[in-house]
């Protein structure tokens, strides 16, 4: 079954440093996202990305976040200047369509940002 | 801000029996809606999903059933099985402005079904 991969699964940065997180969407979609959950909280949306470009995000992404599909095939999240609040479980995920497909969302298994 | 609710953070039912998950949610403009389960370490792992327009879908042992008038949605296993022991959220969908999808997720509901 198609999967959506993450790497790397756990990432630990010094407060203030840059981090990419590398995410392979299912080579069919067409929507890609980008959600996050700090511990013992919910899954939060981010942003989502269609046609090469951002349609949508929450108020948590600010100028610190950006995303790129610098290769058709890689979704990226960059994080410049990390803080310790950005310590969470960053989950990439893909679509097919929107939704009405019935499929739903596609998640990777997540990487885990350590910011200390 | 809490427009989706899952306000049992666990069940716990015994193998071959219903397990019931519920779910509430607040905003009108909501018209999809979606159950995920999660084990730790992995991703989230998509269930089953309603449109508003229904009140009912049914996908082997799971059935998800919405009630608009109430805002309410829930998830029903049955039999229930060990392997079904996980963490299971609701969510809950609006176009965006952009044309765009985001989920709204509820809090979840760690299950677990013992043998």
């Known amino acids: 079954e198609p999967e959506v991969t993450q790497t790397p699964s756990h990432q630990v940065t010094q407060m203030g440093q840059e981090v990419i997180l590398r995410c392979v969407p299912i080579?069919?979609?067409?929507?890609f996202y980008w959600y996050r959950q700090i511990l013992g909280q919910k899954v939060e949306f981010l942003v989502s990305?269609?046609?090469?470009?951002?349609?949508?995000k929450s108020e948590i992404f600010d100028d610190q976040f950006s995303v790129e599909r610098p290769d058709g095939s890689n979704f990226t999240l960059k994080i410049r200047s990390t803080k310790l609040e950005d310590s969470a479980m960053y989950f990439c995920?893909?679509?097919?369509?929107?939704?009405?497909?019935?499929?739903?969302?596609?998640f990777g298994s997540g990487t885990r940002l350590t910011v200390v | 801000d809490q427009q989706v609710k899952q306000n049992s953070p666990s069940l716990s039912v015994q193998e071959g029996r219903i397990s019931i998950l519920n779910c509430d949610y607040t905003?009108?403009?909501?018209?999809?809606f979606l159950w995920y389960k999660k084990y730790p370490a992995e991703g989230p792992t998509f269930l089953i999903s309603?449109?508003?327009?229904?009140d009912k879908n049914e996908d082997g042992r799971f059935t998800v059933f919405l009630n608009k008038s109430a805002k309410h949605l829930s998830l029903h296993i049955v039999p229930s099985q060990p392997g079904d022991s996980a963490v299971y959220f609701c969510?809950?969908?609006?176009?965006?402005?952009?044309?765009?999808?985001?989920?709204?997720f509820g809090k979840g509901t760690k299950l677990t079904v013992n043998p």
């Open positions: 995920a893909s679509s097919e369509a929107l939704r009405g497909s019935g499929y739903g969302y596609t």
């Open positions: 080579s069919n979609h067409l929507y």
């Open positions: 990305f269609y046609n090469n470009e951002i349609s949508e």
């Open positions: 905003n009108s403009m909501f018209d999809y």
């Open positions: 309603i449109s508003s327009i229904k």
């Open positions: 969510a809950a969908s609006a176009t965006t402005q952009g044309g765009s999808e985001k989920l709204v």
